[in-house]
Nanobody, 115 residues
């Protein structure tokens, strides 16, 4: 059974940084592409960034230059480094992958950007 566990969220002031982690189990991590999504209150879940099995990355326009997605295949962990955080980045952040045709999600980690 594939399990994804996000961590690293919290309360941060505008302009601050956070590093999110997503620990995966039950899957051959290195074979898959991975993504970070987020969902703010009252809004649809949106793609933040994705990384292919080969390490190619893709970012939503509003995150380019501020967020960095990375992966550690040995540790089976996905990361999201978030810098220059803004109040509009406040959301629950989720990692996911597509496994055997189905999307697998973690439980999410709350990020709140506020002074």
């Amino acid at each position: 059974q594939v399990q994804l566990v996000e961590s690293g969220g919290g309360l941060v002031q505008p302009g601050g940084s956070l590093r999110l982690s997503c620990a995966a189990s039950g899957i051959i991590f290195r074979l898959y592409a991975w993504s970070w999504y987020r969902q703010a209150p009252g809004k649809q879940r949106e793609l933040v960034a994705s990384i292919s099995d080969a390490g190619s990355t893709n970012y939503a326009d509003s995150m380019k230059g501020r967020f960095t997605i990375s992966r550690d295949n040995a540790e089976k962990t996905l990361y999201l480094q978030m810098n220059s955080l803004k109040p509009e980045d406040t959301a629950v952040y989720y990692c996911n992958t597509r496994y055997r045709g189905s999307l697998v999600w973690g439980q999410g980690t709350q990020v709140t950007v506020s002074s």
